[in-house]
C-alpha cells in the first residue's frame, strides 16, 4: 500500500481545494491510501470530514515556520507517508523540509495550482521530487522561463465528474427558485470574488447587454473578498434590478442549467474548473484569452475568447450568443465533446496515479 499525503494551508475553499478532495476519493483503494494534513480552521478540513476522510490537523503560520515543519515531520513519521503531495506556497515549504529531515525520506509532488508568474524556483527545482501544473500553459511557463528540468514537471488538467455534470441526467435548474422565466435570457459566472477573476469587468459589460437585451439576467455564484466591492459596484452602474447573487451552491449541475451563457472574465487562470464544468453542461462559454484558457476555449468552436479587461468585447460576444441560439448549441456540443476526450475524472485521477508510480518504482 503507497500512503499518499496531501497538504494544503489556504483556508479557503475553491477549486483548488475541490480538486484535492476529487483526487483523494478516486485513488485506487487497492493501491493508495489517501490522507490529508490541513490547517484546523480551513474549508478544505470542514468537507474532509463531511466525506470521511482521514484528516490531520497542522497550524501553519508561514513560509518557514519551524512548528510547522516539527509537526509535518511528527506526522509523515507516524503515518509512514510514501509521498507527500503539496499545494500552496506555505504548506509546500514546511511539508518538503518535514520531508527533508526524515531518514526514510518520502518522495514530494509539487501541484502547481495557479498560471501567475513566481520568482523564487526553489520550491520547484530542489525540494520538489515531481511537478504538477494544471495546464500545458503553466508547464511551458516553467521550463522556458524558470529552467525546471522538463522531466519533473508533468501537465495533468483538472478532471470533471461528467456523471455529475450531465447534461442527459440534470434536468432541473433554479429558474424557478430565483423567480425567473424559461424564456428569461440568463448570463453569469461562478468562482470565488477575488479581484483576479475580472468581475469588475463583467459588470461594466452589464448595462450594454441589458441595452440589447434588456430583459437578460446576471447570475454570479459564489462569495468571497471582494462580494462588497462588486455590491457597491453594481448599485453605481444602476443594474440591481438585472443582477442576482446567490452565494455559495452546492448544485452547480443546476445553476449552469440556469444559465443560457457562462462567462470567465479572469485576468489570470492556469486551467479553470469552473469553465470544464460549464462545458460539460454544454452551456456557450465566453471567456478571457489569458493562461491556460485557450487550451480548452477554441474560439469559435468551444467557445468565444475575448481580450482581458474588455468589457465592450464581454457585451459584443455575449450579446451576440443571444442573438444566435443554433450558434449556443454547437459551442455546447463541441465543449462536451471536448471535456469527454479530453479532461474526465478519470483520466486526471489516473495520470496523477502514474506520477505516484513512477517516483515508487524509481525507489525500488
Not at 444602476?238 to 452547480?252: N, P, Q, T
Request: aromatic share 8%.
Amino acid at each position: 500500500m503507497i500512503t499518499v499525503m496531501h497538504t494544503e494551508s489556504s483556508r479557503g475553499w475553491g477549486g483548488q481545494e475541490m480538486r484535492i478532495l476529487r483526487e483523494m476519493r478516486a485513488l485506487d483503494r487497492k493501491t493508495f491510501l489517501p490522507l490529508l494534513a490541513c490547517q484546523p480552521d480551513s474549508g478544505i478540513a470542514g468537507k474532509a470530514r463531511e466525506q470521511g476522510a482521514d484528516v490531520d490537523f497542522v497550524r501553519i503560520r508561514g513560509n518557514i515556520d519551524p512548528l510547522a515543519v516539527f509537526c509535518f515531520r511528527r506526522i509523515f513519521r507516524l503515518r509512514n507517508v510514501d509521498i507527500v503531495h503539496t499545494h500552496s506556497n506555505a504548506d509546500s515549504w514546511n511539508a518538503s523540509l518535514a520531508a527533508r529531515f526524515l531518514r526514510r525520506r518520502p518522495w514530494v509532488v509539487r501541484t502547481r495550482h495557479l498560471s501567475a508568474s513566481f520568482n523564487n524556483r526553489l520550491i520547484y527545482s530542489f525540494l520538489a521530487d515531481r511537478v504538477v501544473t494544471t495546464g500545458e500553459y503553466t508547464r511551458t511557463y516553467m521550463i522556458r522561463e524558470k529552467g525546471i528540468d522538463p522531466e519533473r514537471v508533468v501537465a495533468i488538467p483538472s478532471g470533471i465528474d461528467l456523471n455529475r455534470f450531465d447534461p442527459g441526467t440534470t434536468r432541473e435548474n433554479l429558474r424557478g427558485e430565483l423567480g425567473l422565466g424559461e424564456d428569461t435570457p440568463v448570463f453569469g459566472s461562478a468562482s470565488i470574488f477575488r479581484r483576479k477573476k475580472g468581475y469588475d469587468f463583467l459588470l461594466e459589460a452589464t448595462p450594454r447587454i441589458l441595452s440589447a437585451h434588456p430583459s437578460a439576467k446576471l447570475l454570479l455564484v459564489g462569495g468571497g473578498p471582494q462580494e462588497e466591492n462588486l455590491r457597491r459596484r453594481i448599485e453605481e452602474l444602476k443594474i440591481e434590478e438585472a443582477v442576482i447573487l446567490s452565494g455559495f451552491r452546492e448544485d452547480m449541475p443546476r445553476v449552469l442549467n440556469t444559465m443560457d451563457i457562462f462567462v470567465f472574465p479572469t485576468l489570470e487562470e492556469a486551467f479553470p474548473n469552473a469553465v470544464m464544468e460549464a462545458l460539460a453542461m454544454k452551456r456557450a462559454v465566453v471567456a478571457s484569452r489569458v493562461g491556460g484558457v485557450p487550451d480548452i476555449i477554441r474560439d469559435g468552436e468551444t467557445g468565444l475568447l475575448v481580450e482581458p479587461g474588455d468589457p465592450a468585447a464581454i457585451a459584443e460576444k455575449v450579446s451576440f450568443l443571444f442573438r444566435n441560439r443554433s450558434l449556443r448549441t454547437k459551442i455546447g456540443e463541441a465543449g462536451r465533446r471536448f471535456v469527454e476526450a479530453n479532461c474526465s475524472h478519470n483520466i486526471m485521477v489516473r495520470r496523477v496515479e502514474g506520477v505516484y508510480r513512477n517516483l515508487m518504482e524509481n525507489r525500488t
